[in-house]
């Protein structure tokens, strides 16, 4: 016999002592345990899609280095940190633009094209040349060539995955060779990854190897949207026999690890517990 059959959880009604509604507990009325063979799914799941294109203190940074040709070696590195919010591609070259030309005295031109969603810089001087850093110049600290700003390389919040950036540190560009970005990923969390400490018996797989994954949630809907997602296969649930329940913990993040920043906004989903035939 089951204690109950049906979990309704919304962030809006978090523990005091939640972090946030990307990382919440809620705290049931009195204890249950469920019996064996006890299965749930996770179900009727509603989640705003209330995150920037840009989050601060997540994919905030451009990793840049400077120079005058013909004198390369003497260079000059730079992170330029753009404004937290939602973008277009016109918005994002238009941001990326002002910063640069903030920096460098209204030489750089950043353009949009629409037809293969990428973004270009150059330059209006044949003299002054950059680079952009990839993902792994900026982890290798360019060969430990770095002479701007210290960061973390295990959380440097770089852009690299916005801009698909495969060139990296190895080219220079100016006037007559322009940077041309990689088709722009405007959506740069496309699932949402439900998982929880203390619910079910950890047997998933994450894709980094995480064993605490209770649902994966596709993004389905533009910024200010709400994303909807319900079960379709039934057989789709994890076990959880023999669980005593009383404050269950949940986590939401990108594939990065990153926990989603809601800016406020309430998620909510509902858990269904069943119970197998053990003869079946």
């Not at 220079?172 to 969390?189: C, K, M, V």
């Not at 047997?203 to 079960?231: C, H, W």
């Amino acid at each position: 016999m089951l204690p109950v059959k049906k979990l309704y959880i919304d962030s809006k009604f978090k523990t005091s002592d939640s972090s946030n509604n990307a990382k919440f507990k809620v705290e049931l009325p009195s204890s249950i345990t469920l019996p064996d063979n006890t299965v749930f799914y996770i179900d009727d799941v509603c989640i705003p899609h209330s995150w920037y294109t840009i989050e601060a203190g997540v994919n905030d940074k451009l990793f840049m280095r400077f120079a005058n040709f013909p004198d390369l070696e003497n260079f000059t590195d730079h992170i330029i940190t753009l404004e937290s919010k939602s973008y277009t591609g016109s918005d994002l070259v238009t941001e990326i633009q002002v910063k640069l030309n903030n920096l460098y005295s209204s030489i750089f031109v950043v353009a949009y094209n629409a037809a293969k969603h990428t973004l270009s810089i150059s330059t209006s001087s044949s003299v002054k040349v950059f680079k952009l850093l990839t993902y792994n110049d900026i982890t290798s600290r360019a060969n430990n060539t770095w002479t701007g700003p210290s960061y973390d390389i295990r959380n440097s919040n770089d852009m690299t995955d916005i801009l698909k950036l495969t060139e990296g540190s190895a080219i220079w560009h100016d006037i007559t060779a322009p940077f041309i970005s990689g088709s722009l990923d405007l959506q740069p969390i496309r699932n949402i990854y439900i998982s929880s400490p203390n619910l079910g018996n950890f047997n998933t797989l994450g894709p980094r190897g995480e064993s605490t994954i209770i649902k994966k949630v596709p993004v389905t809907a533009d910024y200010n949207q709400m994303i909807f997602d319900q079960v379709m296969a039934g057989n789709d649930f994890l076990d959880c026999s023999r669980q005593t329940l009383k404050t269950i913990e949940f986590n939401l993040k990108d594939v990065n690890g990153n926990f989603v920043p809601f800016h406020g906004s309430n998620v909510s989903f509902s858990i269904i517990f069943d119970q197998l035939n053990p003869n079946v």
